[in-house]
């Protein structure tokens, strides 16, 4: 009867694969401070770092705040399906690679992206099935221009550019798993919380653990 009972208490600790876990929203909307305090609030959670072709800057680590390469190795990572997203901003180019977030999976940790529409449908087209997406909409688009107004950091011109641009961003949100409305920063905060943690219960990223253990079951 022991191995049965070791087994049993040894649910809680079934090894799960990770998740891709994506967060999207036009420029305003909050996701940057969401992604901030759920990594500050999860360990388990870690910012996946990209690869770019443009000069460090002072104080910047390579592998930790991105990892610098050039533009032959960049564009022959991409060649090699070793990108799972990649854009190209001001003549350099950037990208998630994907043998770091394997590693990361495999060991059950989720991996985070902070990307826009467009590098949110490639990782989904490189890996579907471990890929959660979330949205954060503003409570409204005069709201959104509110807060980029109430920053102070562009002027007109800018900021008008900047709406056009989000309210562009905001028609993809039918493409994402979850969407969230980012009123009041600490509600939001727990929802996305609450999404990360219903995910990871998922049958699909536990069901390898779970058939082992209960292979020792009937094996006991």
């Given at each position: 009867m022991k191995p049965i009972l070791d087994a049993v208490e040894?649910?809680?600790?079934?090894?799960?694969?990770g998740m891709l876990f994506i967060l999207s929203s036009p420029s305003g909307a909050g996701k940057t401070t969401l992604a901030k305090r759920l990594m500050q609030a999860d360990p388990?959670?870690?910012?996946?770092?990209?690869a770019t072709t443009?000069?460090?800057?002072?104080?910047?680590?390579?592998?930790?705040?991105?990892?610098?390469?050039?533009?032959?190795q960049f564009a022959k990572?991409?060649?090699?399906?070793?990108?799972?997203?990649?854009?190209?901003?001001?003549?350099?180019?950037?990208?998630?690679?994907?043998?770091?977030?394997?590693?990361?999976?495999?060991?059950?940790?989720?991996?985070?992206?902070?990307?826009?529409w467009q590098g949110a449908r490639q990782i989904r087209d490189s890996m579907k099935e471990d890929v959660v997406s979330v949205f954060i909409l503003p409570p409204s688009v005069e709201a959104?221009?509110?807060r980029l107004r109430n920053r102070g950091l562009d002027d007109e011109e800018t900021i008008r550019h900047r709406m056009e641009?989000?309210?562009?961003?905001?028609l993809h949100w039918p493409e994402y798993d979850y969407v969230l409305i980012n009123a009041d920063l600490d509600t939001c905060t727990t929802q996305l919380g609450s999404v990360?943690?219903?995910?990871?219960?998922?049958?699909?990223?536990?069901?390898?653990g779970l058939e082992t253990m209960f292979d020792r079951i009937k094996g006991g």
């Open positions: 040894s649910i809680e600790q079934v090894r799960r694969r388990a959670v870690t910012l996946s770092v990209s443009r000069r460090p800057r002072d104080g910047e680590v390579n592998g930790v705040d991105y990892h610098f390469v050039d533009k032959e990572m991409v060649v090699d399906g070793e990108m799972l997203e990649h854009a190209t901003v001001f003549d350099n180019y950037y990208g998630s690679p994907r043998g770091p977030v394997e590693k990361v999976l495999s060991e059950g940790r989720d991996v985070l992206f902070d990307v826009d959104l221009e509110d641009k989000s309210i562009a961003e905001m990360l943690a219903a995910e990871r219960l998922k049958l699909s990223r536990r069901s390898e």
